[in-house]
């Protein structure tokens, strides 16, 4: 049988590394060795400089500088041969021909639909314009407002007219009560409350013409806006069909051979369309062209390759998870069929105590363990928050003061009742609350000591991952320094000023930061058996006795 023309055999030396039993789960993984020898025989490829791409390592440099996410898919062919395919995420400055795997859509053939829609679109855009800028629409659209704006005075001054009667018969009924007998008084109020009466009917009658023209004139004003409101929806529904049709063009396969477009892979895609670039990462590229070729995906792993964007963390050579906005709800269709390894994220932590370090009538303070969830998850109900509810259960209001990342183990506060809960807020809230973390990071850190002062945002693209972000960042700042130096890392106590999520995880690694992922950092590093994060230290005052209090918590790495 003839093997699939990108397959690529395996050059170097396999014979005693075993074939995965399971394929790979790629949100959270560990490289297979079959995954890793084939990634250094693409990264043998990379670095000879024949792809005309400028990955700011030093071939290429009059093109703009771009890194770039690569692929490698171990598979088996119908004979029983072991080889891989390559993929790299996106576009390359110049496509490459004859060895990495072509994109699932024909790119062509939706660009081609693409424009033609565009054209259309287009068209409606400049008619909304020249509408929404015609003087003369403008000049007859003011003139109504300013005929309506008339009317409606002529209105507001009749029926300011009458509240002001209204006023005057009041106080002329107070003032004359006491001056009258009782029937006079009678008779006075009869005679007001007629005065009201026909006031009312007379202004009724005078302003009936006012009312007709009023309802006329905005009615015709309304006509206007809808107008405008009536071709911005059409061109909108217009462009979600186009673009629901161009994602349609993207069809993906599973090792059941059921197909499925991306729209129907994305279920609130009426809600919001897929991120861009969704179906063009590495790993829908690979399995597509495995199953099409009738080869048997083994394992699967990503790799950095060059320089990393701005506000990105990804440094050159690592391995890293698929990402999740774009890739997950795709492979979750892709996978199927497939002995995939289950998610450790599962069961990670889970059979780990969580010993209790500090305990009154007011708060707890534990020692999560690495791999605990803080707070129960979509798919993971145990957590440090349920085990203290269990423990607890008298516990009244709300008891979560904090929280800490799955991976990152140490101190974690409760309150047990709603007084102290809200005093420790107060603390949380003015940074009154004193947090030291132990961290290693991989090599050496020259320097002592340091601020860290890097605005952080989500990367929507690809959370629960955080970037740095100087336009839309919020303000984060860390305050660090060197406690012992290793021969392939240093031991740093990290103290956050802010709270933001991944803070120091990304203060660390970004080029702007320290430039060092912690040891073990699935996110932002080489995962490890465990991040080299610990909560460390708790430094507070305590709620009822006003006492401060210090509470420190062993490291166990």
């Known amino acids: 049988m003839k093997t699939a023309p990108l397959f690529h055999p395996f050059r170097s030396d396999i014979s005693k590394i075993g074939s995965p039993e399971q394929f790979t789960y790629p949100f959270f993984y560990q490289p297979h060795p079959l995954t890793e020898a084939a990634a250094k025989e693409l990264q043998s490829f990379l670095l000879k400089g024949t792809l005309i791409h400028n990955f700011g390592l030093g071939a290429h440099d009059s093109l703009i500088e771009q890194g770039k996410m690569f692929g490698v898919l171990v598979v088996k062919d119908a004979s029983g041969n072991l080889g891989w395919l390559a993929a790299y995420s996106g576009k390359l400055s110049e496509e490459p021909q004859g060895y990495f795997v072509p994109p699932v859509a024909d790119i062509h053939a939706a660009q081609s639909f693409y424009k033609k829609g565009e054209v259309e679109l287009n068209k409606m855009s400049a008619h909304l314009t020249a509408l929404e800028q015609d003087p003369q629409r403008e000049a007859q659209k003011k003139k109504l407002q300013n005929r309506l704006d008339e ?10 007219a009458l509240k002001e009667a209204k006023k005057a018969r009041q106080k002329y009924r107070e003032a004359v009560r006491p001056t009258v007998s009782a029937e006079d008084f009678e008779g006075i109020c009869e005679r007001l409350a007629n005065e009201s009466i026909q006031g009312q009917l007379a202004f009724k009658h005078s302003s009936k013409e006012w009312l007709a023209e009023q309802e006329v004139l905005v009615e015709k004003l309304d006509q206007f806006d809808d107008v405008i409101k009536d071709l911005k929806e059409e061109r909108r529904l217009k462009s979600n069909a186009l673009q629901r049709e161009i994602f349609d063009h993207y069809t993906f396969l599973n090792a059941h051979g059921a197909s499925q477009v991306l729209s129907a892979c994305f279920p609130d895609f009426d809600l919001r369309h897929p991120p861009s670039g969704s179906g063009d990462c590495c790993a829908p590229k690979l399995l597509q062209y495995a199953y099409k070729n009738e080869l048997q995906p083994l394992a699967l792993g990503e790799f950095w390759w060059g320089n990393a964007p701005d506000k990105e963390i990804r440094q050159h050579g690592y391995f890293y998870p698929s990402c999740a906005s774009r890739c997950r709800p795709i492979l979750g269709h892709m996978l199927q ?41 979509v798919e993971i109900e145990d957590s440090a928050l349920s085990r203290i509810k269990n423990k607890y259960p008298n516990a009244t209001g709300a008891i979560l003061l904090h929280r800490l990342d799955m991976s990152t183990s140490g101190l974690l506060m409760f309150t047990l009742n709603p007084k102290a809960n809200k005093r420790m807020q107060r603390q949380f809230i003015k940074r009154q609350v004193q947090k030291t973390y132990i961290a290693d990071v991989v090599g050496n850190v020259e320097e002592d000591n340091g601020i860290i002062d890097l605005p952080l945002a989500p990367d929507y693209y690809d959370l629960p991952r955080q970037m740095v972000c100087h336009k839309t960042g919020k303000a984060s700042e860390t305050h660090w320094s060197v406690l012992e130096r290793f021969k392939s890392s240093t031991r740093l106590a990290l103290k956050p000023i802010t709270g933001r999520t991944h803070q120091l995880r990304v203060h660390c690694a970004h080029s702007e930061g320290l430039g060092k992922p912690m040891v073990g950092d699935e996110l932002y590093g080489v995962i490890g058996e465990r991040l080299h994060l610990h909560a460390y230290k708790l430094e507070f005052t305590h709620p009822t006795s006003k006492e401060l209090i210090t509470i420190e918590a062993p490291i166990d790495f």
Not at 151 to 160: K, Q, S
Not at 339 to 355: F, H, R
């Open 151 to 160: 009317v409606n005075e002529h209105l507001r001054t009749g029926r300011a």
């Open 337 to 377: 069929g497939l002995n995939v390894e289950e998610n450790p994220l599962l069961t990670y932590g889970q059979d780990k105590p969580m010993p209790v370090v500090y305990e009154d009538e007011d708060l707890v303070v534990v020692n999560k363990p690495a791999g605990l969830l803080s707070v129960p998850g």
